[in-house]
């Protein structure tokens, strides 16, 4: 089993505060941490154990600059056997388009069974890349898989839909497919894979590979702004006593409880 | 000409609200633009789905075939090709939903027409289309321009539009199916239904939500110990789930389930937009999250900036003597 993984190396914004740039159009990056995206790390480890279970090749690939090189030999590190970057320094402003565009420039001349994808990037959120990637490529795919199970060449797969509600479907092989979190619990890479995955060759692909002239845009980013507020939030604030007292107030007197 | 495009979205034997709100949004511009809003509903026997969306769009263009029983993303993508590159719509929206999400790209793709996915709205300005979307966790807004072209297809987030009644009479035409079986390559099998639950959250008056700030799994003890004083159940949020420290039915929000209690404490949950999906119609939500830039608070009826477990052991103290009065 051959298999590709997608890896984007994001922003880490849940939990910092997120900064528009002097351009409108891009956030302040250089005070967050980066890392892989999460549902990669799940679409990684599916990836990881379909090979221990039927042999064959791991590729990750990742659209991005050279400071992703470390997030590419992580994947290395829980199992990918190689790695290639796409260099984004070469490719001006991106989409989800020509994102999808660019991956598959390089995939399509690349042998396959599989390509996982995370179902969702943090930053950009367009869930959007596996879908495009695979009409591109002229394979089926499905997204948002919360199992898979290969059997000859048919995977039985199960999508999470809305409200708690999964729908089987069988898709034949090569096929592309999007993972949700939680499908799997993924690994830690090990010291010395992590040792062993710092003197690997990442392969380079650019300009001179994959010809600009016919890459598209579908779309460009405007402005970024701060979200209007839905509801207008009361911040209570003092020590933690204080505010518990005043919480409690407020639960008593609206009857909540 | 011109006109707005919409799919329904069904799923057994209901339309969904989302197609609802699309038609919605789809009026309104279709309205603003002096054309016409076509609902395309692909289905099989479903007479009765049809009649129900009768007063919704001004066309609502059928194609019956038992192919389309269930939704098949491939099965859809042809048949909608084909209507879209027949009628040429300026705008055909799609649900951003589990359906929507495999469809939307590839459709997109296959016609060669710019789109884009999980619009919040969508506004057409001298005659371009301009998109609001969310990115960053819900941090920030983005306003999206498009390529130029005659024909665009956006996929819209669910709950950005109220479902309204309208009084059109719809024109029904009834269209070839393209196809009658599903392709080779993709079949649908069965639903997989959530297995049924011990502790149902949808029926708590109090529901205390968790998420990553709880940080590990021993902490849930001092939660539950939390929502016994208090008389309420807890839930969480997605991360907790795929931890698997909580089962699935505990999960509040899109994939999971939707909430109204009297009273939703949301305990170090960030608020992405799966989640405030499932518990934003609570009657009063009270958030403690550190990060006070966490979009909960754009939620929240009450908010306390603080580490959540600083606060908890005194909010405790503070409901007990509460109730002792």
Known sequence: MDIIVCIKRVPQTAEAKVEIESSGKDIVKDRLTFDMNESDMYALEEAVLLKEKFGGTIIAISLSCSDAEDTLRIALAKGADTAIRIKAEDFDELDGYKTAQLLSAVIKDIHFDVIFTGCIATDDAYSQIGATLAELLGIPHATLLTNIEVIDSISHVHRELEGGLQEHIEISIPALFTIQTGINVPRYASLIAIRRAAGKEIKLVGQNEISKDQLLLNTQIEELFIPPVAKQVKIITGSPGEVSKELAGIIREKGLI | ?325
Request: charged letters at 25%.
């Open chain 2, 1 to 325: 000409m011109s006109e707005i495009f919409m799919l329904i979205e069904h799923r057994q034997d209901a339309i969904r609200d989302i197609s609802y709100e699309m038609m919605t949004c789809g009026r309104a511009l279709a309205e603003k633009l002096n054309t016409k809003l076509t609902a395309v509903f692909l289905g099989y026997d479903a007479d009765k789905l049809v009649e129900s969306i009768r007063d919704q769009a001004h066309r609502i263009m059928v194609v019956n075939n038992e192919v389309f029983k269930e939704f098949n993303a491939e099965s859809y993508q042809i048949a909608l090709a084909e209507i879209i590159k027949k009628e040429n719509p300026l705008l055909t929206l799609i649900g951003h939903t589990a359906f929507g999400m495999d469809l939307c790209p590839a459709l997109g793709t296959q016609l060669g027409i710019p789109f884009t996915t999980d619009c919040l709205d969508v506004e057409i300005i001298d005659g371009k289309l301009i998109a609001t979307r969310q990115m960053y966790d819900g941090k920030l807004n983005a306003k999206i321009r498009f390529r130029k072209n005659p024909s665009y297809l956006v996929s819209l987030r669910t709950g950005c539009f109220p479902v309204r009644d309208s009084n059109i009479e719809s024109e029904i035409v009834n269209i070839e199916s393209p196809i009658s079986a599903e392709p080779d390559y993709r079949k649908f099998v069965e639903y997989i239904e959530a297995a049924i639950s011990d502790v149902d959250i949808t029926k708590a008056d109090v529901v205390v939500g968790v998420g990553r700030g709880i940080k590990k799994k021993e902490n849930l003890a001092l939660i539950e110990d939390f929502a016994s004083t208090i008389g309420g159940v807890v839930a969480c949020s997605r991360p907790i789930v795929d931890a698997e420290w909580l089962p699935k039915d505990r999960q509040v929000g899109s994939s999971g389930k939707t909430v109204k209690p009297k009273l939703y404490i949301a305990l170090g949950i960030s608020g992405a937009f799966q989640h405030v999906v499932g518990m934003k119609n609570s009657g009063t939500i009270i958030a403690i999250n550190k990060d006070q830039n966490a979009p909960i608070f754009n939620e929240a009826d009450y908010g306390i900036v603080d580490d959540l477990f600083r606060v908890l052991p005194t909010f405790k103290n503070s409901i007990i003597e509460m109730k002792s009065k």
